[in-house]
């Protein structure tokens, strides 16, 4: 089969790039990955290094290799949810550090475990809780997709569409697959 004429074009003039030649040039290539920095300004605090982030991003970035926009979004959701779990971990170990100065007991055992009842009888320890539960629950879930999305694959370019038959229509049942690629209910049942 011949392939259209974009397709061929894009690939000669792809194979014609040799990459940034300037240190410059280099410098804004290395953060093609991070894309936008959008990202890191919605989930770095002001008092938090954005420089640690995205090269937190771009270690899963490296490790996963994204094959495009999609699976990129689930990466990133990853990198975001490790970022807010480290900071949760932050503030767990802020409160028990309060804590324990306030403590008198003899030995550090005895002062970390009234340290622990205190904090566990106050909201605080549960919502960290929760929230650290939900974080891995978002990181799960978006390796869990990525997953998926790899054993769909994406489309063949040198080959036509697979003719599957007539098409849904604009609103289909939700199957389990949108139900776990999509937990946010973006694709609601219409009833």
């Not at 953060?31 to 989930?43: D, T």
């Not at 807010?84 to 100065?101: M, T, V």
């Not at 929760?130 to 990181?139: I, N, V």
Request: with cysteine.
């Amino acid at each position: 089969m011949r392939l259209p004429k974009h397709v061929i074009a894009s690939r000669k003039n792809g194979a014609r790039s040799r990459g940034p030649k300037t240190e410059e040039g280099k410098r804004l290539s290395s953060l093609n990955a991070i894309r936008h920095g959008l990202l890191s300004k919605g989930i770095v605090l002001k008092n938090e290094s954005e420089t640690v982030f995205s090269e937190l991003l771009a270690q899963h970035l490296g490790k996963l290799a994204p094959a495009d926009d999609v699976e990129h979004c689930a990466v990133e959701e990853m990198a975001a949810s490790v970022w807010r779990l480290r900071r949760l971990w932050a503030i767990e170990k802020q409160l028990f550090d309060s804590g324990l100065d306030k403590r008198s007991e003899t030995t550090e055992t005895e002062r970390i475990a009234a340290t622990f009842s205190d904090l566990a009888a106050r909201p605080e320890l549960h919502l960290l809780d929760r929230y650290e539960t939900k974080l891995h629950r978002m990181y799960q879930r978006s390796l869990h997709n990525l997953l998926i999305l790899r054993e769909l694959g994406s489309p063949d370019l040198d080959s036509p569409p697979e003719d599957n038959g007539p098409s849904p229509g604009p609103i289909a049942e939700t199957t389990d697959f949108q139900t776990n690629l999509f937990p946010c209910n973006l694709l609601e049942k219409k009833e």
